[in-house]
């Protein structure tokens, strides 16, 4: 950079390799500063989308205003295949306000002598009520493996979206456990 | 073809030289040279090379769509091809060439002996051998090439085979040698001018490249950052951009547009300045608008970094994101606008001829024009939801890229041949090049156009019945197109043997420095001692 204007006297050979090696330097900086902005793009982008309020879960925060006028009737149940399991709601009827967050348990035993996999898939009555019935946390989410003997609180976290039909009073959700120890024995 | 070529450089290099350089044979010295001029030399020849490759790909491509049905390669095999054509054709052909130019052109321009780090030049060009290499031999691999498309969205690029990593780390090399080839120019740029060469007087390809290697520095980085995170996503368990983990696919996007759209100014940027040195040349009037040139040059690199936006506008982006990210990209138009409103300004009443070097400068302002209309109906929101993702955006990008970057690196070999070699190319041949390439470019690619518009899907190698006929067409064109290009080579090789002797100024309105200093051929080692400008009316 020093050697740029008109006034310029023609610099020696070592000037001009030192004035090099000054602007190397400079240039060389650029390149990790620029891997640290892509790699804090990561939070950054989080951090954004929340400001800009353009992320799923500021969607969900807007959703679970409560709305304390009407309460749901919530019907817990359980049905095993093929699953030598023992598989209840330990709370079988709740009710609650569209827009609160609510927390139910399942409670599962292991009643054979071997560990096992089970996986949950659920079921709404009317049917129409899964669209507006939104999970947090559920043990249908993953598989589950219990040991010999096991038993295990499965918990399950959600909230009805107010925007569900004020014709749906009450809602049954079923959960019906499927064996797939050999399917993932195999995989 | 391909070892034809590389064969015949050593040796034409060997002999052209050997009389003023009593280094080691011309084996030895194609690995160990320092020479900003062989330098050049050899990225132009690779590039020679992997335009040929990428060249062959698309044919394949080309002839897996010439009817419905699957008939040439298979489907996987279809997609490995769309990618690596892209890779190669950016990473392998433009670029480098691009490189090759700036080597040998900017040490004359500004009356420098050699780049800044001749040694790091000779590294930037040797890293490219082993990456191409890791590239190509990918094909071969179980689970064959990236078949991801060349942006390597994930979930795709995270589940591919061993083929994925090994265009990643060509990717990484290709990102290292580009950014030391970079750090050599700007070095070059800033502290060895001659004596009077002020910054407002460097010629217009020298300010191009300046800013050009600042934007490669700026957004390699970034790319390497995101293929790293790519890399561990495959291999180490991390999940930035795994779902099931946490991570979000958008973020790679997001990721990978700030540095694809700055690349997309990388490989158009130089031959801006390659047009605004042959344009004013064969119009034998100055440059017009000169100043308005360097800063529309540097608007476009700067709004570069805040539109990449538009490339994912149907991800599910807010309408205030979208709207930013249109608003942005629009406005790009007026700096490009500028340049082409100069260029046209300075042909204006200039005693024009049309020699191969103008009929391809003026095909490119044609051609290129049109692929930024294109590019402005798809910033444009809803319009680009209907046809993102369609043979619109390919019509669009290949009428930018091939009219754009490869017609000014065909303008710009024309151009200069006379000067490097010291002979002139066949003119009758050259005009064939150019109307045989502008014939078949528009047969190419005019049709997909209409494919888009009709809704015809990218990277598929089959369709639907409707789209038979322009799909033909267009191949027909395509294969017009690549075997034309031979015309080139041929050209060039019949020009290094034995074209008739050059003038010392070839083109008699041509002002930059190795027009007005230097004999024809260029000696091996010039400007040792820099000329003084100062006072003189250097040239732009």
């Given at each position: 950079m020093s050697v740029t204007t008109d006034e310029f006297d023609i610099a020696s050979p070592a000037e001009v390799r030192e004035s090099n090696a000054v602007t190397l330097r400079k240039l060389l900086l650029i390149v990790p500063v620029m891997l640290v902005f892509c790699f804090s793009l990561v939070p950054l982008y989080q951090k954004i989308c929340e400001v800009l309020g353009v992320t799923a879960t500021r969607a969900i925060a807007q959703n679970s205003q409560v709305d304390t006028s009407r309460l749901v009737k919530l019907d817990f149940d359980a049905t095993?295949?093929?699953?030598?399991?023992?598989?209840?709601?330990?709370?079988?009827?709740?009710?609650?306000?569209?827009?609160?967050?609510?927390?139910?348990?399942?409670?599962?035993?292991?009643?054979?002598?071997?560990?096992?996999?089970?996986?949950?898939?659920?079921?709404?009555?009317?049917?129409?009520?899964?669209?507006?019935?939104?999970?947090?946390?559920?043990?249908?989410?993953?598989?589950?493996?219990?040991?010999?003997?096991e038993t295990r609180d499965m918990p399950v976290t959600f909230f009805i979206d107010p925007k569900m039909p004020v014709a749906i009073e009450a809602i049954a959700l079923s959960y019906t456990?499927?064996?797939?120890?050999?399917a993932t024995k195999k995989s | 073809m391909a070892s034809a070529t590389t064969h015949d450089h050593a040796h034409g290099h060997g002999h052209g030289h050997d009389h003023d350089h009593h280094g080691p044979g011309p084996w030895t010295r194609i690995f160990t040279?320092?020479?900003?001029?062989?330098?050049?030399?050899?990225?132009?020849?690779?590039?020679?090379?992997?335009?040929?490759?990428?060249?062959?790909?698309?044919?394949?491509?080309?002839?897996?769509?010439?009817?419905?049905?699957?008939?040439?390669?298979?489907?996987?095999?279809?997609?490995?091809?769309?990618?690596?054509?892209?890779?190669?054709?950016?990473?392998?052909?433009?670029?480098?060439?691009?490189?090759?130019?700036?080597?040998w052109l900017i040490p004359l321009q500004i009356g420098a002996a050699d780049m800044a780090f001749p040694r790091m030049n000779n590294w930037s060009f040797w890293l490219m051998i082993p990456a191409t290499i890791l590239l190509m031999a990918s094909f071969f691999v179980p689970g064959g090439a990236a078949a991801s498309g060349w942006t390597l969205y994930p979930p795709l690029s995270t589940q591919g085979g061993i083929g994925v990593d090994m265009t990643i780390m060509a990717i990484h090399i290709l990102g290292a040698s580009s950014i030391m080839g970079s750090i050599?120019?700007?070095?070059?740029?800033?502290?060895?001018?001659?004596?009077?060469?002020?910054?407002m007087r460097m010629p217009m390809f020298v300010w191009t490249w300046l800013i050009t290697a600042y934007l490669i520095i700026a957004v390699m980085p970034v790319l390497a950052g995101c293929i790293t995170m790519l890399l561990t996503d495959r291999h180490f368990g991390t999940s930035f951009f795994?779902?099931?983990?946490?991570?979000?696919?958008?973020?790679?996007?997001?990721?990978?547009?700030?540095?694809?759209?700055?690349?997309?100014?990388?490989?158009?940027?130089?031959?801006?300045?390659?047009?605004?040195?042959i344009i004013p040349a064969f119009a034998r009037k100055p440059l017009f608008g000169y100043a308005s040139m360097v800063y529309a040059t540097a608007s476009i690199a700067i709004l570069s970094f805040i539109v990449w936006g538009h490339h994912m506008f149907t991800v599910g982006m807010p309408a205030a994101g979208q709207l930013f990210f249109m608003y942005a990209t629009m406005l790009i138009a007026v700096p490009t606008g500028v340049k082409i409103f100069n260029w046209i300004a300075t042909m204006w009443r200039g005693s024009i001829s049309f020699e191969t070097p103008m009929l391809f400068a003026i095909g490119f302002l044609c051609m290129f024009t049109l692929g930024g209309f294109s590019g402005l109906v798809l910033s444009i929101v809803p319009v680009d939801i209907t046809l993102h993702n369609t043979y619109y955006v390919v019509a669009h990008?290949?009428?930018?890229?091939?009219?754009?970057?490869?017609?000014?690196?065909?303008?710009?070999?024309?151009?200069?041949?006379?000067?490097w070699t010291g002979r002139m190319y066949n003119e009758t041949l050259g005009k064939w090049h150019?109307?045989?390439?502008?014939?078949?470019?528009n047969v190419t690619f005019f049709p997909q156009h209409f494919l888009g518009l009709a809704g015809m899907p990218r990277r598929i190698p089959d369709y639907a019945l409707q789209f038979a006929e322009w799909n033909m067409i267009s191949t027909i064109g395509a294969f017009a197109l690549g075997f034309s290009q031979l015309l080139f080579v041929y050209n060039v090789f019949s020009?290094?043997?034995?074209?008739?002797?050059?003038?010392?100024?070839?083109?008699?309105?041509?002002?930059?420095?190795?027009?007005?200093?230097?004999p024809s051929p260029v000696p091996y080692h010039t400007f040792e001692t820099p000329p003084d400008l100062r006072g003189t009316n250097a040239a732009h």
């Amino acid at each position: 950079m020093s050697v740029t204007t008109d006034e310029f006297d023609i610099a020696s050979p070592a000037e001009v390799r030192e004035s090099n090696a000054v602007t190397l330097r400079k240039l060389l900086l650029i390149v990790p500063v620029m891997l640290v902005f892509c790699f804090s793009l990561v939070p950054l982008y989080q951090k954004i989308c929340e400001v800009l309020g353009v992320t799923a879960t500021r969607a969900i925060a807007q959703n679970s205003q409560v709305d304390t006028s009407r309460l749901v009737k919530l019907d817990f149940d359980a049905t095993n295949r093929n699953l030598a399991w023992r598989f209840d709601p330990v709370d079988r009827h709740v009710e609650a306000h569209p827009g609160a967050i609510v927390t139910i348990n399942y409670r599962v035993t292991n009643m054979t002598d071997r560990v096992t996999t089970g996986r949950a898939t659920p079921s709404f009555g009317p049917s129409e009520a899964g669209l507006y019935f939104n999970k947090i946390e559920c043990f249908c989410f993953s598989n589950q493996t219990l040991q010999p003997g096991e038993t295990r609180d499965m918990p399950v976290t959600f909230f009805i979206d107010p925007k569900m039909p004020v014709a749906i009073e009450a809602i049954a959700l079923s959960y019906t456990m499927f064996d797939i120890t050999d399917a993932t024995k195999k995989s | 073809m391909a070892s034809a070529t590389t064969h015949d450089h050593a040796h034409g290099h060997g002999h052209g030289h050997d009389h003023d350089h009593h280094g080691p044979g011309p084996w030895t010295r194609i690995f160990t040279t320092t020479n900003h001029k062989d330098i050049g030399s050899m990225y132009l020849w690779f590039s020679l090379l992997m335009f040929f490759v990428g060249g062959a790909m698309a044919l394949l491509i080309r002839a897996e769509l010439f009817q419905p049905g699957l008939q040439v390669v298979q489907p996987e095999v279809f997609n490995s091809l769309t990618t690596v054509h892209a890779l190669v054709m950016i990473f392998g052909a433009v670029m480098p060439a691009f490189v090759g130019f700036a080597n040998w052109l900017i040490p004359l321009q500004i009356g420098a002996a050699d780049m800044a780090f001749p040694r790091m030049n000779n590294w930037s060009f040797w890293l490219m051998i082993p990456a191409t290499i890791l590239l190509m031999a990918s094909f071969f691999v179980p689970g064959g090439a990236a078949a991801s498309g060349w942006t390597l969205y994930p979930p795709l690029s995270t589940q591919g085979g061993i083929g994925v990593d090994m265009t990643i780390m060509a990717i990484h090399i290709l990102g290292a040698s580009s950014i030391m080839g970079s750090i050599n120019i700007i070095t070059t740029i800033l502290n060895m001018r001659a004596p009077g060469m002020t910054l407002m007087r460097m010629p217009m390809f020298v300010w191009t490249w300046l800013i050009t290697a600042y934007l490669i520095i700026a957004v390699m980085p970034v790319l390497a950052g995101c293929i790293t995170m790519l890399l561990t996503d495959r291999h180490f368990g991390t999940s930035f951009f795994n779902a099931a983990g946490g991570g979000d696919p958008t973020m790679f996007m997001h990721i990978f547009w700030f540095f694809g759209h700055p690349e997309v100014y990388i490989l158009i940027l130089p031959a801006f300045g390659i047009m605004s040195q042959i344009i004013p040349a064969f119009a034998r009037k100055p440059l017009f608008g000169y100043a308005s040139m360097v800063y529309a040059t540097a608007s476009i690199a700067i709004l570069s970094f805040i539109v990449w936006g538009h490339h994912m506008f149907t991800v599910g982006m807010p309408a205030a994101g979208q709207l930013f990210f249109m608003y942005a990209t629009m406005l790009i138009a007026v700096p490009t606008g500028v340049k082409i409103f100069n260029w046209i300004a300075t042909m204006w009443r200039g005693s024009i001829s049309f020699e191969t070097p103008m009929l391809f400068a003026i095909g490119f302002l044609c051609m290129f024009t049109l692929g930024g209309f294109s590019g402005l109906v798809l910033s444009i929101v809803p319009v680009d939801i209907t046809l993102h993702n369609t043979y619109y955006v390919v019509a669009h990008f290949h009428y930018v890229l091939f009219p754009g970057a490869i017609w000014a690196l065909m303008a710009g070999v024309y151009f200069w041949l006379p000067k490097w070699t010291g002979r002139m190319y066949n003119e009758t041949l050259g005009k064939w090049h150019f109307w045989l390439s502008a014939i078949s470019f528009n047969v190419t690619f005019f049709p997909q156009h209409f494919l888009g518009l009709a809704g015809m899907p990218r990277r598929i190698p089959d369709y639907a019945l409707q789209f038979a006929e322009w799909n033909m067409i267009s191949t027909i064109g395509a294969f017009a197109l690549g075997f034309s290009q031979l015309l080139f080579v041929y050209n060039v090789f019949s020009c290094i043997r034995s074209g008739e002797k050059a003038k010392e100024r070839q083109w008699d309105s041509a002002d930059s420095l190795e027009w007005t200093h230097l004999p024809s051929p260029v000696p091996y080692h010039t400007f040792e001692t820099p000329p003084d400008l100062r006072g003189t009316n250097a040239a732009h």
